[in-house]
């Protein structure tokens, strides 16, 4: 079972930067692709960005050119750069495997962008 621990989110301005960091116990996490979600107040969750074994990554439309997503496999750790934040990137952020079934989500880290 793949244990999930999210962190560096926090309060900034438009146009700031943060990183996010998603620590993962197991062994399987660096066999898995990974992505990080969001998830607004009365919205669903939604994927922003995943990242394969390989290092291949993807980017939802809204945070193209934006957000860096990133892996350090013998750290179990993935991360995920976010430049130029705007007040719709406003969100809880989780990361988990991009597909089904999904891990035990962890308690994701709030990232609060202030116009």
């Known amino acids: 079972q793949v244990q999930l621990v999210e962190s560096g989110g926090g309060l900034v301005q438009t146009g700031g930067s943060l990183r996010l960091s998603c620590a993962a116990s197991?062994?399987?996490?660096?066999?898995?692709?990974v992505g990080w979600y969001r998830q607004a107040p009365g919205k669903q969750r939604e994927l922003v960005a995943s990242i394969s074994p390989g290092r291949l990554t993807t980017y939802a439309d809204s945070v193209k050119g934006r957000f860096t997503i990133s892996r350090d496999n013998a750290k179990n750790t993935v991360y995920l750069q976010m430049i130029n934040l705007k007040p719709e990137d406003t969100a809880v952020y989780y990361c988990?495997?991009?597909?089904?079934?999904?891990?035990?989500w962890g308690q994701g880290t709030q990232v609060t962008v202030s116009s």
């Open positions: 197991g062994t399987i996490f660096r066999f898995k692709s």
């Open positions: 988990n495997t991009d597909k089904t079934p999904f891990w035990t």
